[in-house]
């Protein structure tokens, strides 16, 4: 195996990875490693410990995978190399949950459904994401395509990256747009990785660190409309602001991944194209809360018109930093209505909310509540109560077993 692949994603992707061979047991679903994830986390494992043999029998009783199953799994290292190998012969990287440049945006938008294994093309460093998705039809029409391509521009010549699924229609021609006019995008891609990093049209992108291909298939999987329908919400969780350019009502992934973004507790602004002629998914999904794309935008003060247009539409007073950016915002400086304001210190409404912070930053590393008590020059007793609370109620600490322990619920998250 490649030795720049951690243990722990060495184990993910025998886990899950599909490496093309006749193989006799099915890899890991995204439900079926979430449930084993999970009983790692409570026993304070690790996925890299599932190689001792001894471990992945116990694991395969707690998590309720078959044993046979999940050693056959396991037991493909040879298989795995050879995959490895020929990744990293086309350029292609294996990132894991586990792993530190694993992107923040899906694991804080998609928690446990984030996919355990991403396959890139390109800088790492786009993964921080931030930017304009632009999603719509395959079959759009003159009028969509022209509107594609100005916004594209748009972005480009202001530094906001462009996120698509690559595909035919308004996600090509958007990425295409971008990066001919010397912009950034990254495309999530529902197959074809290793097929699609050496198009003519993505090559000297890729080179110049302007365009990040990533996918959670196989690099050599091909197309298909259900892993279409599955990648939506990574397109979208890459992003923070989508633009919905055509969408059929009630049919296609455009109106799939657009109504699902909408009825989330916390959506992304979505904004649709408008006009007399736009299909009737556009209207619709107005109704559901996305907001009608600017009709004009002065470009020297790109982000702030989007940002104050989105919640116009929306009756909402534009918040400081309520939807920040991952790119340069060039024009802040002008915003002096914001800059004058006080900012009020928010007070912890309970000593408990004022003293979670220190627990949970004490908590990086597995503690025993007597030790946790001395660290912190507490009560043990009161300790306990407080323990409970982030166990029970905040679900932010975790407690372990054999011998009882505790930890933070977001280093755990780091390392599976």
């Keep these: 195996m490649s030795e720049s692949l951690t243990n722990d994603t060495k184990a993910i992707l025998l886990l899950c990875g599909f490496f093309g061979e006749k193989r006799v047991e099915k890899p890991l679903s995204l439900g079926e490693y979430t449930v084993l994830a999970r009983w790692l986390k409570n026993n304070n494992m690790y996925p890299r410990d599932l190689l001792q043999e001894e471990n992945a029998i116990v694991a395969s009783r707690g998590s309720g995978i078959e044993e046979i199953r999940l050693k056959s799994l396991l037991d493909r290292g040879f298989v795995l190399g050879v995959a490895v190998e020929e990744w990293k012969r086309n350029g292609i990287w294996v990132l894991s949950r586990s792993d530190s440049d694993y992107p923040t945006r ?7 459904k984030s996919p355990p294994i991403l396959y890139g093309v390109g800088d790492r460093s786009l993964l921080k ?11 759009v029409d003159r009028e969509g395509e022209d509107f594609t391509r100005r916004v594209a521009e748009m972005c480009a010549t202001r530094g906001m990256p462009v996120v698509s699924g690559a595909a035919r229609g308004v996600d090509r021609i958007a990425m295409v747009a971008a990066l001919e006019a010397r912009g950034i995008a990254i495309g999530v891609l529902a197959g074809d990785l290793l097929k699609k990093s050496v198009e003519k049209d993505y090559r000297n992108a890729i080179s110049e660190g302007r365009l990040l291909l990533i996918s959670p298939y196989n690099p050599n999987a091909p197309f298909s409309v259900g892993a279409a329908m599955g990648r939506n919400k990574l397109v979208y969780s890459m992003s923070s602001y989508c633009l919905v350019v055509s969408s059929d009502y009630e049919k296609g992934g455009t109106w799939a991944g657009a109504k699902e973004e909408l009825k989330r507790k916390k959506p992304l602004p979505v904004f649709v194209r408008s006009g007399d002629n736009v299909p009737k998914g556009n209207l619709e999904l107005l109704k559901l809360g996305a907001a009608v794309w600017p009709k004009s935008i002065d470009r020297d003060s790109f982000y702030q018109e989007l940002k104050r247009s989105f919640f116009k539409s929306k009756s909402i007073q534009p918040v400081e930093n309520l939807l920040p950016l991952d790119f340069k915002d ?11 304001r006080v900012s009020v210190p928010k007070v912890p409404s309970s000593i408990y909310q004022a003293v979670l912070p220190v627990i949970l930053g004490a908590l990086r590393e597995p ?8 660290k912190l020059d507490v009560g043990k007793g009161q300790l306990d109560k407080w323990l409970k609370r982030a166990v029970d109620e905040d679900k932010k600490v975790v407690k372990l077993k054999g011998p009882v322990r505790y930890q933070s619920v977001d280093s755990l998250e780091s390392s599976t």
């Design 330 to 340: 060039e024009d802040s400086s002008k915003k002096d209505t914001m800059k004058n």
């Design 367 to 374: 503690m025993s509540s007597k030790d946790l008590a001395a």
């Design 106 to 112: 899906y694991k804080k938008r998609l928690g446990e």
């Design 129 to 139: 994401g931030g930017g304009l998705a632009m999603v719509g039809s395959r079959n």
